[in-house]
């Protein structure tokens, strides 16, 4: 079955540089979300989106920004990195938030900043 | 403030016997539970999931206990398997509105010994 897919899979970026994270949800999933798990830490919720809009805000920085394609695909844009914006960050998509499904994640993205 | 609290860091279990993962939480506005599970530099797997109109959910050897009282949920494994080890997050979220998005605990590691 599709899963979720995530890409790059791994990103090294220098300071003050930008990276874009890409997300493609499992097909038919309406709902995209991003979070960041930072070393020995649990995720934490970034950003959500359903159809196309943003439908829930986390602990996001102001240098992030991320959008919901027409295709539902999804892309987290980071810019100014800083060495702390080093994590993996996962995606994870679901059907319809409103009601009781389990969201699925990708494998993640590991960003790196040197 | 950690609303999803899983008090024990690790665990570790002989193969064949039950492993008990707990999870605490403190909002009484959570009422959809899920449990995860996650190998390292991978995302997170849905394992399963139990809504507060259960007390029980149960899939293989695989069993989530819900004490909405108590705010306490539990996840059974049995027989515990090798290829079990690995983090278990648990997550809870709101049902309805706007803010659907999970929150986790820190995860429990579990290690399976042959």
């Known amino acids: 079955a599709a899963g979720v897919i995530q890409s790059p899979r791994h990103l090294i970026k220098e300071k003050r540089e930008t990276a874009t994270l890409k997300c493609y949800p499992i097909?038919?999933?309406?709902?995209v979300y991003w979070y960041q798990q930072g070393p020995g830490q649990d995720p934490q919720f970034l950003i959500s989106?359903?159809?196309?809009?943003?439908?829930d805000k986390g602990s996001i920085p102001d240098r992030f920004s991320a959008q919901q394609f027409s295709d539902y695909h999804s892309e987290l844009n980071m810019s100014s990195l800083e060495l702390g914006d080093s994590a993996l960050y996962f995606c994870?998509?679901?059907?319809?938030?409103?009601?009781?499904?389990?969201?699925?994640f990708g494998q993640g993205t590991r960003l790196t900043v040197v | 403030d950690q609303q999803v609290k899983q008090n024990s860091p690790s665990l570790s279990v002989q193969e064949g016997r039950i492993s008990i993962l707990n999870c605490d939480y403190t909002?009484?506005?959570?009422?959809?539970f899920l449990w995860y599970k996650k190998y390292p530099a991978e995302g997170p797997t849905f394992l399963i999931s139990?809504?507060?109109?259960?007390d029980k959910n149960e899939d293989g050897r695989f069993t989530v206990f819900l004490n909405k009282s108590a705010k306490h949920l539990s996840l059974h494994i049995v027989p515990s398997q090798p290829g079990d080890s690995a983090v278990y997050f648990c997550?809870?979220?709101?049902?309805?509105?706007?803010?659907?998005?999970?929150?986790f605990g820190k995860g429990t590691l579990l290690t399976v010994n042959p």
């Open positions: 997550a809870a979220r709101p049902s309805g509105g706007s803010n659907y998005k999970l929150t």
């Open positions: 994870a998509s679901s059907l319809d938030y409103r009601r009781n499904t389990e969201a699925f």
């Open positions: 989106f359903y159809e196309k809009m943003q439908s």
């Open positions: 097909p038919r999933h309406d709902t």
């Open positions: 139990i809504s507060s109109i259960k």
């Open positions: 909002n009484s506005m959570f009422d959809y």
